[in-house]
């Protein structure tokens, strides 16, 4: 395989959501005609931030047609990201319906890409990973990558006042292949989050390729905190690639 | 981790955003990542007036020392006041 050139075009495009809504989404393409496969980012709790865009960027930088849809865009599309995510956690978070309908909306706008060869990837961090792997039960995806995505599994502690419910009985509709990459001193999830999804993944006899990091916690990826841990990131963006490569082949 | 847990308390007075003064009339507190300060995680206060849209807003992160020395402020500057901030 060739060395990527790494350009690439980004801009920003509007998606129409199953409920008629306007959804701004950073499309990301890699330069040359392809074909390319599609990665769908999602992005975590405090929004669709320059982060989660450079991780888009990245992707594309890597030969693949990328997008990461701004799953608070129903507070506006002019609103400023930060106070959209202000907003959506004020109202109680996005429901579980509302985000498989765009994340639907944004795996097709990829496949209708004249690039793409048809596959597609899904990716997401924090509570964007909890958000894959509802992709993953919910919408045709060819591969799903769970970033240290919490209440996948174990209990949402009373009180807390968005929508979120654990995910993990409805492993036995998993459509794709996972990837889980997880911090071993992460408290949401925690090992023992991890084992239960672990365990459910066996009982349905779901493929699926967990690595643990030591030393490493919640948002080790993120590299404009203190969390980022640059050798389990390293390994894990190798991983991702390994990963995307051989299940998003056409 | 993502704390989620956000402890609402309704207020009165006013802030001053992007667009200028505006009253506000909610403050939402959380403890999770933080937006823009360069910490994993922060004491989050969102001074807003829903009413008037997304935007209006006035946003602080302050890392957990500097939360508990701001409440302590708060409480000593509300205390030397006496009666009248009553």
Redesign the interface.
């Known amino acids: 395989m060739a060395a990527p050139q790494e350009a690439l075009t980004a801009a920003e495009v509007v998606l129409t959501g199953k409920d008629g809504a306007s959804i701004n989404a950073y499309e990301v393409r890699p330069a040359g005609d392809g074909p390319f496969a599609g990665v769908l980012v999602i992005h975590?709790?405090?929004?669709w931030?320059s982060g989660t865009k450079e991780i888009t960027r990245h992707f594309a930088a890597h030969g693949y047609n990328a997008i990461c849809p701004n799953l608070y865009a129903r507070?506006?599309l002019d609103?400023?990201?930060?106070?959209?995510?202000?907003?959506t956690?004020?109202a109680g978070?996005v429901p579980d319906s509302q985000f498989v309908d765009d994340a639907t909306v944004a795996v097709e706008a990829l496949r209708a890409l004249p690039t793409s060869n048809g596959k597609v990837g899904v990716i997401g961090y924090?509570?964007g990973g909890r958000h894959a792997f509802l992709t993953a039960l919910s919408v045709p995806v060819d591969a799903a990558v769970d970033c240290y995505g919490?209440f996948v599994t174990g209990t949402v502690?009373e009180?807390?006042?968005?929508k979120?419910q654990p995910l993990v009985g409805r492993t036995g509709e998993l459509r794709c292949p996972l990837l889980g990459l997880f911090g071993n001193d992460?408290?949401?999830p925690n090992p023992e989050h991890v084992d239960e999804l672990e365990a459910a993944l066996k009982d349905a006899g779901k493929p699926y390729e967990f690595h643990r990091y030591d030393g490493a916690g919640?948002?080790f990826f993120s590299v404009?905190?203190?969390?980022y841990r640059p050798e389990a990131a390293v390994d894990g963006w190798q991983r991702i690639f390994d990963f995307f490569g051989t299940n998003l082949e056409a | 981790m993502c704390s989620y847990l956000t402890v609402p308390t309704d207020i009165a007075g006013s802030a001053k955003g992007a667009q200028g003064w505006f009253p506000v009339t909610s403050a939402q507190v959380y403890f999770d990542h933080p937006f823009h300060a360069p910490f994993d995680h922060t004491l989050n206060i969102d001074f807003a007036d829903p009413a008037r849209g997304p935007g209006a807003r006035v946003a602080v992160e302050l890392s957990a020392d500097s939360a508990r020395r701001l409440v302590a402020s708060i409480t000593e500057a509300l205390a030397a006041a006496g009666a009248a901030a009553s």
């Open positions: 975590h709790l405090p929004g931030d507070q506006g609103v400023d990201p930060d106070d959209a995510a202000a907003a956690r004020e978070g924090c509570s919490a502690p009180g807390f006042p968005l979120a992460d408290q949401f919640h948002a404009e905190r203190p969390a």
